[in-house]
């Protein structure tokens, strides 16, 4: 949700990117809803698939700081907490 204020700065451009940094986050949020309703073995993959999604936000970061719609710090601060969530569906992964 973090991501919300964040984008409100976007160019308007960029509409596009924008929409798909929207759209990838909020379907963390429901995966992982998702995911503490299920067994082990599908929730495994639904885990799975909650780390592509933060794969794919990173990317976008990564690519608005090429593109120069975000500083450095914000790469760098949105690029750690993407990293945090990321450790901590793999310690979700690994406790079953």
């Known amino acids: 949700m973090s991501l919300d204020s ?3 700065n976007y ?6 990117m924008k929409d798909n940094m929207y759209k990838c986050s909020y379907e ?4 992982i809803f998702y995911a503490n309703q299920l067994e082990n073995e599908p ?3 639904v885990q799975k698939q909650i780390v592509s ?3 794919m936000l990173d990317f976008y970061l990564e690519r608005s700081y090429k593109l120069h719609f975000i ?3 914000q790469c760098l ?6 990293l945090v969530m990321t450790k901590m569906i793999y310690g979700w992964i690994k406790n079953g």
Request: charged letters at 40%; glycine letters at 0%; proline letters at 4%.
């Open 6 to 8: 964040f984008l409100d």
């Open 71 to 73: 500083s450095e710090k």
């Open 43 to 45: 929730k495994m993959a």
């Open 28 to 31: 963390i949020l429901e995966l």
């Open 53 to 55: 999604k933060l794969s």
């Open 77 to 82: 601060n949105k690029s750690n907490e993407l």
């Open 11 to 16: 160019p308007k451009k960029e509409l596009v």
